[in-house]
């Protein structure tokens, strides 16, 4: 990513950042402190406004975005000790023909090839669920696959009773 820096006389600074393809995130920072934040679509294209900050909240804002609170993992360069696998968080919507079958029912492993290692349930962690623990709605499924096999299973927490399996 490139970064343009330019001086803006009687105001303060001006950097754009590019983004994808041809747009940018333009910041201002005046000289009182005050950050101006616009996107523009592209080279030739008026900018628009995105929103503003005080000093202080915007040093709050780039602590947050520089991962001074939170540091995400980015998952295509982790190096993980189980092979390929990786672990994900499932929703189960209400309406997902998983709702109400055990998970032994369901067949998840053999129809997915992930296997379920948890089952968060509001407040409660249903750690290790046996075969014969029934999914129900809302439920949040912890799950230990290959991307592949995430995938198959987010697919399947999606289907109905009524789009056939």
């Known amino acids: 990513m490139t970064v343009y820096e330019t001086d803006v006389p009687g105001v303060g600074h001006k950097f754009e950042l590019e983004l994808d393809g041809e747009s940018r995130l ?15 679509p ?9 929103f503003e900050l005080p000093g202080k909240r915007a040093r709050q804002l780039g602590s947050i975005l520089e991962g001074a609170y939170f540091q995400p993992v980015e998952m295509d360069d982790i190096q993980v000790p189980m092979g390929e696998s990786i672990i994900e968080w ?28 948890a089952i968060q349930r509001g407040d409660e962690t249903i750690g290790n669920p046996q075969p014969d623990t029934v999914v129900q709605a809302d439920d949040i499924l912890v799950t230990l696959g290959t991307r ?11 289907q109905t009773d ?3 399996g």
């Open 26 to 40: 333009v910041v201002i920072l005046h000289h009182d402190g005050k950050r101006e934040v616009y996107l523009r």
């Open 42 to 50: 592209e080279e030739n294209a008026d900018s628009r406004k995105l």
């Open 90 to 117: 499932n929703d189960v919507p209400g309406g997902s023909s998983l709702v109400g079958q055990s998970l032994q029912a369901a067949e998840i492993r053999e129809r997915t090839g992930v296997s379920v290692i």
């Open 148 to 158: 592949d096999e995430q995938q198959s299973f987010s697919e399947l927490t999606e």
């Open 162 to 164: 009524d789009s056939g």
